[in-house]
Protein backbone atom coordinates (compact mmCIF):
# COMPACT_ATOMS: atom_id res chain seq x y z
CA UNK A 1 0.00 0.00 0.00
CA UNK A 2 1.09 3.58 -0.83
CA UNK A 3 -0.34 6.35 1.12
CA UNK A 4 0.02 10.10 -0.81
CA UNK A 5 -0.82 12.94 1.77
CA UNK A 6 -1.68 16.66 1.09
CA UNK A 7 -2.71 19.63 2.60
CA UNK A 8 -0.71 20.68 4.80
CA UNK A 9 -0.06 24.62 5.49
CA UNK A 10 0.27 27.07 7.71
CA UNK A 11 -3.13 29.09 9.22
CA UNK A 12 -3.38 31.30 12.18
CA UNK A 13 -5.11 29.97 15.70
CA UNK A 14 -8.34 29.16 15.38
CA UNK A 15 -8.71 28.34 11.88
CA UNK A 16 -9.60 24.97 10.29
CA UNK A 17 -7.59 22.97 7.53
CA UNK A 18 -8.26 19.42 5.79
CA UNK A 19 -5.51 17.12 5.35
CA UNK A 20 -6.01 14.12 2.57
CA UNK A 21 -4.65 10.81 2.27
CA UNK A 22 -4.91 8.60 -1.01
CA UNK A 23 -3.99 4.89 -1.09
CA UNK A 24 -3.01 3.38 -3.91
CA UNK A 25 -1.77 -0.56 -4.21
CA UNK A 26 -3.39 -3.46 -2.05
CA UNK A 27 -6.20 -1.25 -0.72
CA UNK A 28 -8.20 -3.82 -0.44
CA UNK A 29 -6.48 -5.37 2.20
CA UNK A 30 -6.66 -2.10 4.54
CA UNK A 31 -8.50 -2.80 7.63
CA UNK A 32 -7.84 1.14 9.53
CA UNK A 33 -6.06 4.15 8.57
CA UNK A 34 -4.84 7.01 10.85
CA UNK A 35 -3.32 9.92 11.10
CA UNK A 36 -0.19 10.54 13.39
CA UNK A 37 1.80 13.92 13.93
CA UNK A 38 5.62 14.46 15.37
CA UNK A 39 7.09 17.58 16.14
CA UNK A 40 10.92 18.18 15.52
CA UNK A 41 12.79 16.38 19.09
CA UNK A 42 9.14 14.87 20.25
CA UNK A 43 8.11 11.18 20.01
CA UNK A 44 5.08 10.21 17.36
CA UNK A 45 1.97 10.66 18.64
CA UNK A 46 -1.35 8.99 17.67
CA UNK A 47 -3.84 11.57 16.54
CA UNK A 48 -6.75 9.96 15.16
CA UNK A 49 -8.07 6.40 13.21
CA UNK A 50 -10.87 5.58 11.56
CA UNK A 51 -11.49 1.68 10.89
CA UNK A 52 -12.76 -0.06 8.03
CA UNK A 53 -16.82 -0.05 9.60
CA UNK A 54 -16.50 3.66 9.94
CA UNK A 55 -15.81 3.65 14.24
CA UNK A 56 -13.23 6.01 14.79
CA UNK A 57 -10.78 6.92 17.89
CA UNK A 58 -9.02 10.05 18.88
CA UNK A 59 -6.24 11.67 20.82
CA UNK A 60 -7.58 12.97 23.91
CA UNK A 61 -5.83 16.38 22.79
CA UNK A 62 -7.84 16.44 19.41
CA UNK A 63 -11.52 15.10 20.41
CA UNK A 64 -14.05 17.84 19.55
CA UNK A 65 -11.46 19.71 16.79
CA UNK A 66 -10.62 17.11 14.51
CA UNK A 67 -12.89 14.80 12.80
CA UNK A 68 -11.29 11.51 10.58
CA UNK A 69 -13.48 10.46 7.28
CA UNK A 70 -12.82 7.87 5.21
CA UNK A 71 -14.33 7.90 1.40
CA UNK A 72 -13.69 3.89 0.45
CA UNK A 73 -15.04 4.19 -2.76
CA UNK A 74 -11.75 6.32 -3.45
CA UNK A 75 -9.12 4.83 -0.68
CA UNK A 76 -9.05 8.68 0.88
CA UNK A 77 -9.20 9.38 4.07
CA UNK A 78 -9.01 12.59 5.37
CA UNK A 79 -8.81 14.67 8.57
CA UNK A 80 -10.50 17.62 9.19
CA UNK A 81 -8.66 20.28 11.63
CA UNK A 82 -10.60 22.77 13.18
CA UNK A 83 -10.13 25.47 16.36
CA UNK A 84 -6.66 24.63 15.52
CA UNK A 85 -3.66 25.52 18.11
CA UNK A 86 0.00 26.48 18.22
CA UNK A 87 0.61 23.11 19.94
CA UNK A 88 -0.68 21.78 16.80
CA UNK A 89 2.14 22.24 14.71
CA UNK A 90 3.74 19.41 13.84
CA UNK A 91 4.25 17.02 10.09
CA UNK A 92 1.20 14.64 9.99
CA UNK A 93 1.40 11.43 8.61
CA UNK A 94 -1.07 9.33 7.62
CA UNK A 95 -0.82 5.53 7.86
CA UNK A 96 -2.23 2.28 7.32
CA UNK A 97 -3.57 -1.01 8.71
CA UNK A 98 -3.08 -3.56 5.82
CA UNK A 99 -4.29 -6.54 7.55
CA UNK A 100 -0.95 -7.37 10.05
CA UNK A 101 -2.85 -4.66 12.94
CA UNK A 102 -0.11 -2.80 12.83
CA UNK A 103 0.33 0.39 10.70
CA UNK A 104 3.14 -1.01 8.45
CA UNK A 105 2.31 2.00 5.53
CA UNK A 106 3.59 5.20 6.15
CA UNK A 107 2.88 8.43 3.89
CA UNK A 108 5.33 11.36 3.61
CA UNK A 109 4.46 13.54 6.29
CA UNK A 110 2.38 17.19 5.59
CA UNK A 111 3.44 19.55 7.50
CA UNK A 112 1.21 21.89 9.44
CA UNK A 113 2.11 24.96 11.15
CA UNK A 114 0.16 27.15 13.44
CA UNK A 115 0.94 30.46 14.23
CA UNK A 116 -0.29 32.49 17.08
Known amino acids: VQLQASGGGLVQTGASLRLSCAAS????????MGWFRRVPGKEREFVAAVWNGGVTQYADSVKGRFTISRDNTKNVVSLEMNSLKPEDTAIYYCAADAGSRHYDSWGQGTLVTVSS
Open 25 to 32: GRTYSISR
